[in-house]
């Protein structure tokens, strides 16, 4: 599975950005999709899964009621929607895929990251 992440960018406090993640391979439905994210001098932090059939999702604490994740299993592309945002959401933004099982400390594929900038 390859993964392709984009959608970041420059926003102000309080603003919405969408980011989006679309994946190679026909086993794209097998695996749970995520988002983790990354700011400077810090360690890369998960933020979001929904699992193969978009039913269940879980958040971050931090994010929890202004983030949305979802995915289309039929384009293969899995969507963040970021809504109320602040400057510590500042990162950079990974899209990840792990089997059904397993761990989110346990990544299978990772995307190559989008930078998300939120000023205030």
């Known amino acids: 599975v390859q993964l392709q992440a984009s959608g970041g960018g420059l926003v102000q406090a309080g603003g919405s950005l969408g980011l989006s993640c679309a994946a190679s391979g026909r086993t794209f439905s097998s695996y749970a999709m995520g988002w983790f994210r990354q700011a400077p001098g810090k360690e890369r932090e998960f933020v979001v899964g929904?699992?193969?059939?978009?039913?269940?999702?879980y958040y971050a604490d931090s994010v929890n009621a202004r983030f949305t994740i979802s995915r289309d299993n039929a384009k293969n592309t899995v969507y963040l929607q970021m809504n109320s945002l602040k400057p510590e959401d500042t990162a950079v933004y990974y899209c990840?895929?792990?089997?059904?099982?397993?761990?989110?400390?346990?990544?299978?594929?990772w995307g190559q990251g989008t930078q998300v900038t939120v000023s205030s």
């Open positions: 990840a895929a792990k089997k059904i099982g397993s761990s989110w400390s346990n990544v299978d594929y």
């Open positions: 929904i699992y193969r059939s978009g039913g269940s999702t």
